[in-house]
């Protein structure tokens, strides 16, 4: 091949090509420390908030159980009202017309986000954190000047399932609809085309790991700009199931320091909480809750029983229960039952339908547009009973969950805490009724402490099985509903049965 000192006009172009992405790429870098300096600089405090005597909004977080840990002491009061954001277009404030204040986790992180901090927001279940999370998103990315807009995205959450990355998407919604801005949900088990195209506008993604791995490898998803990256459900994102997926979506995101990054759960395990130092800078730690020693606890408004049984008699004891609980005008009550395997969830929702219940089930092994369908028609009340696996343990979000039945107990009481915690949401009062068996006295330790931290009632045959807390995780913890899209083809799932 011709050698030529002087460079021929295709590898002229080449090169000029290669200088104009250098130079866009030290743009970009830029925008995405911008962006991350942007949100700390704009956060100005609301003069009214400013103005209110210190000592009311100490008050504040006393009367509501706030901790805030910042190694920075930078004390930022909480917006205690909806007005004391600062959104200047009332039209933003519409998604909040029905709500009365802003939750304590939502009032204390607001600010610290708003002022572009890293935050790890533990609160019980049910308690608005999908708001306290996406409003700062949302008004970060819309402050930025014009320029800096359909650059690719600026924001990627990320759940543990499909559902819960859905539901987090439909409220992320109602905040873009009214700024102009684009959010997209990518998820598996639905064909990729359409995230394709909506990934090329969309300024919020909104992700399970798995499909968004995947877009990210094809070159789909560029997140080198996404200067707010949150885990929801964090310590569920942080075990060993998502570990690897984790890592590879924040390490394409802007570096720490140019990005912030948000973790919000409503159980926060020790054993997750030095992986998440890893990807945060400083982060301030806000927890809410009468719970000093930090130690787990679920939500005070759900009346937890526990009974103890004979394993073979679950189910038997779990059809007494469904009588019970959707008797006369309790017909149209929700009761969501939760198994550990996804055999055995068949197995109990074609045992309760047989005897006349109106009854779905959600699993991993259904497809996606069944799952959809099972957590439409118990939304609905066309079917009030559903069946399920933890892929519906966390963050689902279900209006009037009157009752959560464990028929079987999950692998982590972490995932009980979440399990129960689909019903007392948003204030409400709510019941669980756990099937407590021999084969889970490994776990009657830690569940007996969480039943005391709630000042809830501890069966003496519960105590019988020990309290001690063991503290191994069972090996097969948080992998074997995760969601991994079209990953799966390579993870090696566990399955069970
Ligand atoms: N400020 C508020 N006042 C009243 N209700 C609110 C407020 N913010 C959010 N909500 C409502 O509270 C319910 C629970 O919110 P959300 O699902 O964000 O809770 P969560 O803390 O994420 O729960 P989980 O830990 O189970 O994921 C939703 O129906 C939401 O619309």
Not at 22 to 30: C, H, K, M
Not at 58 to 84: C, G, M, Q, V, W
Not at 196 to 206: E, H, N, Q, S, Y
Not at 362 to 380: C, N, V
């Amino acid at each position: 091949m011709k050698e030529s000192l002087e460079p021929s006009a295709s590898e002229e172009t080449a090169e000029e090509k290669a200088e104009t992405v250098g130079a866009l790429q030290e743009i970009v870098d830029e925008n995405a420390e911008v962006v991350k300096d942007e949100a700390s600089s704009t956060y100005a405090e609301n003069a009214a908030l400013t103005a209110l005597p210190r000592a009311e909004l100490d008050r504040f977080l006393a009367d509501k159980f706030i901790t805030i840990t910042d190694p920075n002491k930078s004390n930022l009061r909480p917006i205690t009202k909806f007005e004391y954001l600062p959104i200047t277009d009332d039209k933003q404030l519409k998604p909040f017309a029905n709500f009365k204040a802003p939750t304590p986790i939502q009032a204390a992180a607001w600010p610290f986000l708003l002022a572009g901090r890293d935050v790890i927001g533990v609160a019980e279940t049910g308690s608005g954190k999908t708001m306290g999370f996406a409003v700062p998103c949302v008004r970060a990315i819309s402050a930025l000047p014009k320029k800096m807009r359909n650059m690719g995205p600026r924001a990627v959450i990320v759940s543990p399932t499909r559902e819960l990355a859905v539901q987090s998407y439909d409220e992320i919604k109602k905040l873009t609809a009214v700024c102009g801005l684009e959010a997209v949900c990518v998820y598996g088990g639905v064909p990729k085309q359409e995230q394709r195209k909506l990934l090329k506008t969309a300024d919020i993604v909104v992700a399970t790991p798995g499909r968004l791995n995947d877009l990210i490898i094809e070159g789909f998803a560029d997140l080198s700009k996404a200067a707010y990256v949150v885990l929801d459900e964090a310590d569920r994102m942080l075990d060993k199931g998502f570990e690897e997926e984790i890592r590879k979506i924040i390490n394409t995101t802007p570096a720490i320091g140019k990005r912030q990054t948000l973790m919000f759960t409503a159980t926060w395990p020790e054993s997750v909480r030095a992986l998440a130092a890893t990807f945060m800078q400083k982060p301030v730690k806000i927890a809410i809750g009468d719970n000093p020693s930090g130690d787990l606890r679920a939500n005070t408004r759900i009346m937890q029983k526990v009974e103890v049984v004979d394993p073979r008699h679950k189910e038997w004891r779990l059809l007494q229960l469904l009588k019970e609980y959707s008797a006369g005008t309790k017909s149209e009550d929700r009761i969501l039952v939760f198994c550990l395997y996804k055999k055995e969830a068949t197995r109990v929702e074609i045992y309760i339908k047989g005897r006349g219940f109106r009854v779905a089930g959600i699993h991993g092994d259904l497809t996606q547009e069944q799952r959809s369908r099972a957590l439409d028609g118990f939304k609905k009340g066309t079917t009030p009973i559903l069946v399920a696996t933890d892929v519906a343990a966390r963050g689902l979000d279900i209006p009037d969950v009157q009752v959560v039945i464990n028929c079987t107990f999950p692998l982590t009481v972490e995932d009980y805490v979440h399990r129960i915690g689909r019903t007392g949401r948003a204030g409400k009062q709510g019941l669980a009724i756990t099937l407590f068996t021999e084969h889970d006295k490994a776990q009657s330790g830690a569940l007996i402490n969480v039943l005391k931290a709630a000042n809830q009632e501890v069966p003496e045959e519960l105590m019988k099985f020990g309290t001690t807390v063991k503290k191994k995780a069972h090996d097969a913890y948080g992998a074997f509903y995760k969601d991994t899209g079209d990953m799966a083809k390579t993870a090696t799932k566990i399955t069970f049965d």
